[in-house]
C-alpha cells in the first residue's frame, strides 16, 4: 500500500512555525517601530504617536512615523485676536501681511486679524463680553475708551507698557492725554493714528467773488447764500442730517464747541439745552436753506462736492486723495480741484471761541489678553516700516500720532498735490484738536456719557428732526437734555 506523506509534512510545517512564534524568555532589545500610513489630501489626521520625520508628495501626504520612549513636550501658540475697524480688503490684507511678519519672527504667536463694521463696534463688544470672547486687541474710536473703561473690560497695564516702551516723547502730547485713566498714572489704550476735521472750500471762487475763508459762522454763512445758484454751483453747501449716521454728530460738534457749548458744565450738570448749545443747533440747521438736499451723510457730501454742485464741503483729511483724483471711483470732475480746494480746520462762532474737530484712532486690550504677546505685537505694528505701511493704507486720513514717523508720511504721493501750507497744518492737527468729551473738567463718568450719547446717534436725530421740522431748536435742545440726563443716571447707577 502506498503511503500518502503530504498531511504528515504540513503537520511537521505547522508546528515549526508555531514553535518559532512562540514568545522568548529572554526578549531581545527591538529597535523604534517605523510605520508609513498613506492618507488622502483632504483627510484630518490626529497623530497620537510623535512623529519626527514627514514627506509630503502632490496628491497624497506620506507621514513617515518614528516612535520613540520619551515624546518631546507639547508647543502650543498663544492666540491675539485683533479686531479692526479697517475692514476693506484690501485693507485686511495689509494688517495680514504685518501680521505674517511678526509671526515669522514670533513662531510661538498666532496673529488672527477680524476685520468688524466701525457703527457696530460697541454692539460686538457686549456680545463677545456676554459670551466671554473678547478679543486681545480692538482698533476703535477714541471715543469708546472711556464707556469700556466705566465698564471695567479693558486692560491698562499693556498699553501702559507699549507706550513707555516706545517713549512717551515720540508721542504727540493731546493723543496720550486723550487716553490716561482718570489718576493720570496709566494709559488705557494706545493710540495709533486720526484725521483733522476742516471745512474744504473752493478758494477760486471765494477769491473771484471776494469772499473771506469760512471759519466764522458770518462768513460760512455769507458764503453759503452767496454762491447757491453761482458759479456752476446748485448749493451753498452739504450738511450732515442723516439720523442714521454719525457724520452730523461730528459736524455738530465743531459748531457747539466754536460756541462754547459742551454736554456738562463745570459743576457736572447736563447742559445740552444751554442757551449757547440751542444757539448752535439753530444755526447748523439754518445752513439747511442754502444746503443740498437730504437726508446726506460723507458719502452725498462729497459726491456734491467733487462734480461741483457744492462749493463747501465738511469732511476730514481722508478726503485728500479723492479731490486729487488717486481714488478708483472718486473721480472728480472738476478740473485741478485739489490745487483750487482751501483748508479751514478751525472755526469761530458767535462766542469767539476757536475749535478744531478731529478724532484719534486707538488700540484697546481688552482683560484677558495675554501680556507678553500682546505688547510685541503692537510694538511692531507701531515701529518703523511696519507703521508706515498700515498708515499708507490711507496716509490722508491716518495721521500718524508719533512724531518720528512724520517725515516718512509726508512722502506718500498724496500730498503732491497739496501746498506745503496745508501739509504742515494737517500734520501738527493734533496740537489743537478738541472734543466735547476731552476738555479739563470733563469726569470719567460724564466721557462715557458722552460716548453713549454718540453711539446711540442721539445728535443725527435731534438734527434731522429740525431739519424736517418736527422740532424747534430749542425742542430738540430739551430731548436731548433729557436722553443725556438719562444716560448720565445709568452710568452713575453702576459705580
Known amino acids: 500500500m502506498k503511503l500518502n506523506f503530504k498531511p504528515i509534512l504540513g503537520t511537521l510545517i505547522l508546528v515549526v512555525v508555531l514553535a518559532a512564534c512562540a514568545p522568548s524568555n529572554t526578549p531581545t532589545p527591538q529597535p523604534p517601530v517605523k510605520e508609513t500610513v498613506i492618507v488622502p489630501q483632504t483627510q484630518v489626521v490626529q497623530q497620537t504617536k510623535v512623529v519626527e520625520q514627514t514627506r509630503v508628495v502632490e496628491q497624497t501626504k506620506v507621514i513617515e512615523k518614528v516612535i520613540t520612549a520619551t515624546p518631546p513636550p507639547p508647543t502650543k501658540k498663544t492666540i491675539v485676536e485683533f479686531w479692526t475697524t479697517d475692514n476693506e480688503e484690501y485693507r485686511v ?11 515669522k519672527d514670533n513662531p510661538d504667536v498666532d496673529v488672527r486679524i477680524v476685520p468688524i463694521d466701525e457703527a457696530t463696534v460697541s454692539q460686538r463688544v457686549a456680545t463677545a463680553r456676554g459670551a466671554n470672547r473678547l478679543p486681545a486687541i480692538a482698533r476703535v474710536g477714541v471715543e469708546r475708551v472711556a464707556p469700556f473703561l466705566a465698564d471695567g473690560i479693558l486692560d491698562t497695564d499693556i498699553p501702559t507698557k507699549v507706550i513707555k516702551d516706545l517713549g512717551e516723547s515720540t508721542f504727540y502730547d493731546s493723543p496720550l492725554n486723550m487716553v490716561k485713566t482718570p489718576d493720570g498714572k ?77 454736554p456738562f458744565d463745570k459743576s457736572g450738570n447736563v447742559t445740552m439745552n444751554s442757551p449757547a448749545m440751542v444757539e448752535a443747533l439753530d444755526f447748523y440747521t439754518s445752513l439747511q436753506k442754502c444746503a443740498a438736499p437730504g437726508p446726506n451723510y460723507w458719502s452725498q457730501a462729497r459726491q456734491f462736492y467733487i462734480t461741483g454742485q457744492a462749493p463747501m464741503l465738511f469732511y476730514s483729511t ?136 454718540e453711539g446711540r446717534l442721539l445728535m443725527p436725530q435731534a438734527i434731522s428732526n429740525v431739519v424736517e421740522g418736527k422740532m424747534t431748536a430749542k425742542q430738540a435742545a430739551d430731548w436731548l437734555q433729557a436722553r443725556v440726563e438719562e444716560l448720565k443716571k445709568d452710568r452713575e447707577a453702576q459705580k
Open 93 to 103: 490684507q495689509k494688517y495680514e501681511e504685518v501680521a505674517a511678519r511678526f509671526m
Open 186 to 262: 496709566a494709559y488705557a489704550a494706545v493710540p495709533f493714528d486720526g484725521w483733522i476735521q476742516a471745512i474744504w472750500y473752493r478758494s477760486d471762487e471765494f477769491k473771484k467773488l471776494g469772499l473771506n475763508a469760512p471759519i466764522k459762522w458770518e462768513d460760512i454763512q455769507k458764503a453759503c447764500e452767496t454762491l447757491k445758484g453761482k458759479e456752476g454751483n446748485l448749493y451753498g453747501i452739504t450738511l450732515g442730517t442723516d439720523p442714521g449716521q454719525n457724520y452730523g454728530h461730528q459736524l455738530f460738534e465743531q459748531f457747539a464747541m466754536s460756541n462754547g457749548a459742551y
Open 318 to 453: 481722508y478726503v485728500m486723495d479723492d479731490l486729487a483724483g488717486l481714488q478708483k471711483g472718486v473721480e472728480p470732475t472738476v478740473k485741478d480741484l485739489a490745487v483750487n480746494t482751501g483748508f479751514a480746520p478751525s472755526m469761530i462762532g458767535k462766542s469767539g471761541d476757536k475749535a478744531t474737530y478731529g478724532t484719534l484712532v486707538v488700540n484697546v486690550m481688552f482683560k484677558g489678553a495675554n501680556s507678553d504677546a500682546t505688547t510685541k505685537f503692537l510694538k511692531y505694528m507701531l515701529d518703523g516700516q511696519n507703521y508706515i505701511d498700515i498708515l499708507f493704507l490711507a496716509p490722508n486720513g491716518k495721521i500718524p500720532v508719533r512724531k518720528t514717523a512724520v517725515d516718512a508720511w509726508a512722502k506718500n504721493d498724496i500730498f503732491k498735490s497739496y501746498p506745503k501750507e496745508v501739509l504742515d497744518t494737517v500734520a501738527n492737527g493734533y496740537n489743537t484738536m478738541q472734543r466735547w468729551a476731552f476738555t479739563s473738567w470733563t469726569t470719567p463718568t460724564q466721557r462715557a456719557v458722552i460716548g453713549d450719547m
